[in-house]
């Protein structure tokens, strides 16, 4: 008879395949052992050093799939595991995308892992939707084929891959081109900004992923808490449609350390 386990406890899982994108830049696959929706994330926990939130940049063929980039001791860490080892995994946590009508997808850099599964789960239920992704260069731009399989247009800063510039331009003409429903994002912060209001102008909805420091993932220890809204990313969020985002003041801030600072 098979355990379903609450969210909130630990797995501990190993490690079936890795996929190399760059040196600092890979994907890990695990045995699917429970559900998970586009958006939503991970606690994945490395024993003896530390637990760090991730996205779910996939569910396939019965495996799960985190990507993430080396960009401190944790994720670093993580680079040097192989298929065989065994790390802890909670989850997933929050809420994620909640697709409807015409969509247009926009992906920044590392914001581009979980959209790969919303463009899956799109796919699947043969929803309209275009897709706009920018990159500093090529390697940044993960699942790039995959990606250009449905269409998807490409933004690199050196012009490395695509046309040369900033992905907003390319959401700003897609939208203009065809008309468009919702606008789903997830990138950093500025892009997300820069977004709502293009939404705003549109005046259609929007679907952003936010990112803010977390410890818990269930929304006890209040880190990833948003002033003046009481909403937590990790119950809440992360995906934030316009009405709640209007209810977030320090959407576009520096974000809060883990000593509770803001960033300057």
Not at 124 to 138: C, E, Q
Not at 160 to 175: F, P, T
Not at 186 to 212: F, K, T, W
């Amino acid at each position: 008879m098979n355990l379903v386990l609450p969210s909130h406890a630990m797995r501990t899982l190993p490690i079936q395949q890795v996929a190399t994108h760059s040196a600092e830049l890979k994907s890990f696959l695990f045995e699917q052992t429970f559900e998970a929706e586009p958006g939503q994330f991970v606690m994945l926990w490395i024993p003896g050093l530390d637990e760090k939130p991730f996205s779910v940049s996939d569910v396939r063929d019965g495996r799960i799939e985190i990507t993430a980039k080396a960009v401190g001791p944790f994720s670093r860490a993580l680079m040097e595991c192989r298929p065989g080892e065994r790390l802890g995994v909670r989850g997933p946590f929050g809420r994620g995308f909640r697709p409807r009508g015409r969509g247009l997808v926009v992906g920044g850099g590392m914001g581009i892992a979980p959209l790969r599964y919303l463009v899956h789960r799109l796919e699947r239920d043969r929803a309209s939707f275009r897709v706009a992704l920018g990159a500093h260069t090529a390697p940044e731009l993960m699942y790039a084929v995959d990606f250009a399989r449905v269409g998807a247009h490409f933004a690199t800063d050196d012009g490395s891959v695509g046309e040369k510039g900033v992905v907003l331009n390319l959401a700003e003409r897609l939208c203009a081109d065809q008309p468009v429903d919702v606008i789903y994002g997830c990138g950093p912060e500025p892009m997300l900004v820069a977004l709502q209001q293009l939404a705003d102008r549109l005046r259609i909805d929007c679907q952003l992923s936010l990112e803010r420091y977390m410890k818990c993932g269930i929304g006890v220890c209040g880190s990833c808490c948003v002033d003046g809204s009481g909403i937590c990313i990790c119950r809440e969020g992360p995906v934030l449609d316009k009405a709640e985002l209007d209810r977030v003041p320090d959407f576009g801030r520096p974000h809060r350390d883990a000593t509770g600072q803001r960033r300057s």
